[in-house]
T-cell receptor
Framework: AQSVTQLGSHVSVSEGALVLLRCNYS??????LFWYVQYPNQGLQLLLK??????LVKGINGFEAEFKKSETSFHLTKPSAHMSDAAEYFC????????????FGTGTRLTIIP | DAGVTQSPTHLIKTRGQQVTLRCSPI?????VSWYQQVLGQGPQFIFQ???????GRGNFPDRFSARQFPNYSSELNVNALLLGDSALYLC????????????FGQGTRLTVV
């Protein structure tokens, strides 16, 4: 079965610093990977997705992620953190090209220090 | 345009009771999925419906059931509630199955006491 592991349940960075949220996947076949963001008391919003077209994926709000097969990783980065980035971030994997039947990681809470 | 709407937003039930949660997809979306998000964890897939037929089911007991109506809205039913059913229940809709983005509602917060 496919799964994802997010390293670090809490990450704190200073405003303007690099954001790095880690995600490793376990899949016997090429995976379809996603990053979602969840703001307090809200649903999930898709940040970006990897569907094998390109290893470096750019998403919304300045976020990007790089698919590294050799490391089975799909880490999320943003060059300069903004206060509005404070939220919960989830990595997810899907068995097919779309984003159905998603399997989510346990999430990483990102705190931005002013 | 209205996004995915879920009702009610909050709900308190007693152990052993039954609950029905409702989801209205974005207009034109035919696929609806349900997820359970226990506090401090990621969402877990419960069901997917497309064109009123079940297209997938996660690892949940038979106490959980769902259906999709001709207007593509959906209901999630949970019988014989347990304390462990306390969670945020999320609904997501998409145009069709496959390579389309799923849009999530804000969820229904269910508390079982």
């Amino acid at each position: 079965a496919q799964s994802v592991t997010q390293l670090g349940s809490h990450v704190s960075v200073s405003e303007g610093a690099l954001v790095l949220l880690r995600c490793n996947y376990s899949s016997s076949v090429p995976p379809y990977l996603f990053w979602y963001v969840q703001y307090p008391n809200q649903g999930l919003q898709l940040l970006l997705k990897y569907t094998s077209a390109a290893t470096l994926v750019k998403g919304i709000n300045g976020f990007e992620a790089e698919f590294k097969k050799s490391e089975t990783s799909f880490h999320l980065t943003k060059p300069s953190a903004h206060m509005s980035d404070a939220a919960e971030y989830f990595c997810a994997v899907s068995p097919n090209f779309g984003n159905e039947k998603l399997t989510f990681g346990t999430g990483t809470r990102l705190t931005i220090i002013p | 345009d209205a996004g995915v709407t879920q009702s009610p937003t909050h709900l308190i039930k007693t152990r052993g009771q039954q609950v029905t949660l409702r989801c209205s997809p974005i207009s034109g979306h035919k696929s609806v999925s349900w997820y359970q998000q226990v506090l401090g964890q990621g969402p877990q897939f419960i069901f997917q419906y497309y064109e009123k037929e079940e297209r997938g089911r996660g690892n949940f007991p038979d106490r959980f059931s769902a259906r999709q109506f001709p207007n593509y809205s959906s209901e999630l039913n949970v019988n014989a509630l347990l304390l462990g059913d306390s969670a945020l229940y999320l609904c997501a809709s998409s145009l069709v199955t496959g390579n389309t983005e799923a849009f999530f509602g804000q969820g229904t917060r269910l508390t079982v006491v």
